[in-house]
């Protein structure tokens, strides 16, 4: 313990979770049932609970998940629509916190700043800053990090020629100019994402013209925003009950196309290919601004709910062109083509840049913790990382689905560690383990661009992070705690551990200004 711990006033907790948005919450729900003698607190460096929902104010802002999978098992997703818009989401989250009062563990405007594990102490020692710059300390037997794994306070933008000459509006969606008008007006998006398909569709309702820039297309598929098997069963069957059987059947249409999209991506490109045919009946040129250049599910697939984009494109309200960018203009952007599109407003909706435990400075026994440096144990923990769980969401599913599967093995961790004694654990791996790479399944731009610092992957389980809802939930429902990776009470190699295991990593190239 250092003089600093030593002498500070710490107040005493035995889980810290870290965020308020749906995996936060869902954590906080878990632990007040499960775990109610237990004292927790949220701590949220934003003002108001739903992470992402809250930050992300773009016209038509929704789910790229279906809700049966994506809302918490334990509160029935009970609307129409499958497909959610923003808004309803957090409404949803909302409802959640004042039916279960977890507004009383959460405390706003406070960010974590920094975490030490002690091993001697066998506790976390947690620096929170609130709104104002001042500090007080947490000491902590458990950190749950439920921050997501997206940075709030900055988006990619990639660095264009004549970025600064444009003398428009730019509108980042991750910070998106509030009452913006946009009626009547030309609008350029810059992009092929989730993103991308929502706003573009919103958008084109009431500008003049919107055209979607894409430096390469993305797989995009169309689905009806209601489903009729949940109308059916809704009419005589009880929610809870409605839910599971929707829940059910989403889950194993996530889990079937990711595999068959893996195993035979001919045949599922061809089927895209023949839906995108069908939907833009000729008005759009399906082989060059609808053909991937990568197989199924390599990338993120694309949600258009009632066939929005596809209606629109028809229209003539939406334009798409497929080319790098030149540069940007005064009165819009030149392609490489030599094309010029004038735009009254550009939004560069070009995707994410990660982040790690919401940017707090980790360390283990004074030592930095680097997550390039560890692996990724049961999709979870990390090697040689005591008393630490970081819920993260599958990138190829609903996020909810994998936050779930983690909640039940922290629940199942503390009660072992409570029946036997134990103060600290983590897994334990072998400096001559073999890593696979990537801990995620997508090679998405924001995923390709992070993995200088993401945590690895191994070559089998535990330590193969596996990216299916069922190998994962019976893994967690099924195997022991006690698995013989995992080490109880035992701290005495981490020193050594994170002292001598520190790589120098390069940053990426400097963005140019922020939108």
């Not at 005591?386 to 990138?395: D, E, I, K």
């Amino acid at each position: 313990m250092t003089d600093n711990q030593a002498n500070s006033n710490y107040e005493e907790l035995d889980v810290l979770i870290i965020g308020a948005g749906i995996s936060g919450l869902g954590m906080a729900y878990k632990m007040k049932k499960e775990r109610p003698y237990d004292s927790f607190a949220v701590i949220e460096a934003r003002d108001n609970i739903g992470g992402t929902w809250d930050l992300f104010k773009y016209p038509g802002i929704r789910s790229d998940s279906d809700m049966y999978s994506f809302s918490y098992s334990f509160k029935p997703w009970t609307d129409r629509e499958y497909v959610a818009t923003g808004d309803r989401i957090m409404n949803y989250l909302e409802e959640l916190t004042a039916e279960e009062l977890l507004h009383h563990y959460i405390r706003f405007s406070q960010r974590v700043t920094k975490a030490n594990w002690d091993s001697t102490a066998k506790r976390w020692f947690v620096t929170i800053t609130r709104g104002n710059g001042t500090e007080y300390h947490i000491k902590t037997n458990f950190l749950s990090c439920c921050s997501g794994y997206y940075d709030y306070e900055e988006g990619h933008l990639p660095e264009w020629q004549g970025y600064n000459d444009y003398k428009g509006t730019i509108a980042h969606p991750q910070f998106w100019p509030k009452d913006l008008d946009y009626a009547g007006k030309k609008v350029v998006v810059i992009g092929s994402g989730a993103t991308a398909v929502t706003v573009v569709p919103t958008m084109a309702m009431k500008a003049e013209k919107v055209t979607m820039v894409q430096r390469s297309p993305a797989y995009v598929v169309a689905r009806p925003s209601r489903d009729k098997l949940f109308l059916a069963l809704s009419k005589f069957l009880p929610k809870g009950l409605t839910n599971r059987i929707m829940r059910l059947k989403y889950t194993t249409m996530q889990q079937v196309t990711f595999l068959v999209s893996k195993k035979y991506p001919a045949l599922v490109r061809k089927l895209v290919r023949r839906m995108n045919q069908q939907e833009l009946k000729g008005a759009v040129d399906v082989d060059v601004h609808f053909k991937p250049k990568y197989n199924p599910w390599d990338q993120r697939m694309a949600l258009v709910p009632d066939s929005d984009l596809f209606k629109l494109a028809r229209a003539g309200k939406v334009g798409i062109e497929t080319d790098e960018i030149e540069k940007f203009t005064k009165t819009g952007i030149k392609l490489k083509s030599g094309k010029e599109l004038e735009a009254d407003i550009i939004v560069p909706a070009t995707g994410l840049k990660l982040q790690l435990w919401g940017k707090m400075d980790l360390t283990v026994d004074g030592n930095p913790v680097r997550g390039d440096n560890l692996t990724i144990y049961k999709g979870t923990m990390f090697s040689q990382v005591p008393n630490f769980l970081w819920v993260f969401g599958y990138t190829n599913s609903s996020w909810t689905l994998k936050a779930e599967v983690t909640y039940e093995y922290m629940i199942r961790l503390l009660n072992h560690m409570e029946e036997n004694g134990y103060e600290s654990a983590y897994p334990h791996l072998d400096d001559n383990a073999d890593e696979a790479g990537s801990p995620v399944a997508l090679q998405s731009g924001y995923i390709l661009r992070s993995l200088h610092f993401l945590p690895k992957s191994g070559d089998s389980f535990p330590w193969r992070n596996n990216d299916l809802y069922m190998a994962d939930w019976i893994a967690v429902k099924t195997a022991k705690i006690a698995d013989g990776t995992m080490r109880f009470n035992d701290c005495s190699v981490l020193k050594g551990f994170h002292e001598t295991k520190q790589t120098k990593v390069e940053p990426i190239s400097k963005k140019s200004k922020a939108a």
